[in-house]
């Protein structure tokens, strides 16, 4: 499944750059243009996309969210986001279980990941992450909550879909792809006969970003908690998380 179209907007998993791309301090991106270079890779423009919202997050009193460090001046999160591509790529050329069809939904060990681009023409606008396992970051108390509400009825263990990242490029055409991007995994979960897709988000500045996810059909799961630390240190993170029943 190399790419797919929906109303406008390519999608297409994204490809790895090469080990100096881990450690640049700084993104080939011009974070405050709609314009992309040449040279950039799939990395540097998700790094550059999460650096863009920064200042806005910022400007509607939600700087809490992410903190104010850049992603592109973040190493472990700069390695963390290679490797998740990596993985997502090499899963990708992998035949599907079973069948041999070559469509990229095979696994390794029971784990499966893919992080997936949005393209407005040959522009890169958005990216959302996926992946088969719950975030280490989730107290073993809420862990427990999660597997119970989705455990099966026939015994077996839950399965579902994670959506570790969604971030839209602010400075590019990206209205409405992050809603793209999301029925987009729901495709992908049905494709796979997954009934569940989870997210955790930010639950400060009165929930709106709960909102968000409410509106595409998401509830509250568990607990509400708290991750200290998540994008800086001293910084207390508090959110939620959410699932979708998919019919």
Known sequence: MESTTTIGTTFRIAKPGNDDDIHQAHTDTD???ETETE???????????????????????????????????????????????????????????????????????????????????????????????LPDYLP???????????????GSAPRFL??????????RPSRGAGAQLIHHALDLARHRRIPWILVDCWCGNAGGLVRFYQQHGFHPIGDAFVAPGKHKDGLEWRGSVLGRRID
């Open 162 to 171: 994670y959506l570790n990242y969604l971030i839209t490029h602010r400075f």
């Open 39 to 133: 040279t950039e890779t799939d990395l540097a423009f998700i790094l550059s996309a999460f650096d863009s919202a920064l200042p806005y997050l910022s400007s509607i009193g939600s700087a809490q969210q992410w903190g104010d460090i850049p992603f592109s001046s973040r190493p472990k999160t700069r390695t963390e986001f290679a490797q998740f591509i990596r993985s997502s790529y090499r899963l990708s050329l992998l035949p599907r279980d079973g069948d041999g069809d070559g469509d990229g939904q095979g696994e390794e060990g029971g784990r499966w990941c893919r992080m997936i681009l949005a393209l407005r023409g040959e522009t890169r606008v958005a990216a959302c992450g996926l992946s088969t396992w």
């Open 140 to 154: 073993p108390s809420l862990v427990d909550q999660i597997r119970q509400r989705l455990h099966d009825d026939d």
């Open 31 to 33: 974070t405050e243009t």
